[in-house]
């Protein structure tokens, strides 16, 4: 299984970005797609999670800026990025926890995005 992240770039402070992330390979089905970030010197952290059903979950410091969706016929995950801070700079890593066999749950994580919020 693989999962291959795209997007990330250099964007002004209060622009917009947008990360895609295709997962492929044998599985089942996805049940939860995700981004997360991390920092050089910090724990990677959530920033976002999206279930299979449509249930969302947003980091507090995102809320009302980003925009997490998926496409199940694509096994794409998306994370709309708007009014981006230079404190959103980090690199992103997409996650998908995926039913690889029955009742066989197995995570995986993307190569990470790099995002960097600067004027």
């Known amino acids: 299984v693989l999962l291959q992240a795209s997007g990330g770039g250099l964007v002004q402070p209060g622009g917009s970005l947008r990360l895609s992330c295709v997962v492929s390979?044998?599985?089942?089905?996805?049940?939860?797609m995700g981004w997360y970030r991390q920092v050089p010197g910090k724990q990677r952290e959530l920033v976002a999670t999206?279930?299979?059903?449509?249930?969302?979950n947003y980091a507090d410091s995102v809320k009302g800026r980003f925009t997490i969706s998926r496409d199940n016929a694509k096994n794409t995950v998306y994370l709309q990025m708007n009014s981006l801070e230079p404190e959103d700079t980090a690199v992103y890593y997409c996650?998908?926890?995926?039913?690889?066999?029955?009742?066989?749950?197995?995570?995986?994580w993307g190569q990470g995005t790099l995002v960097t919020v600067s004027s």
């Open positions: 999206v279930a299979s059903g449509g249930n969302t």
């Open positions: 390979g044998s599985i089942l089905s996805i049940a939860v």
């Open positions: 996650n998908a926890r995926v039913l690889a066999s029955v009742s066989d749950y197995r995570t995986y």
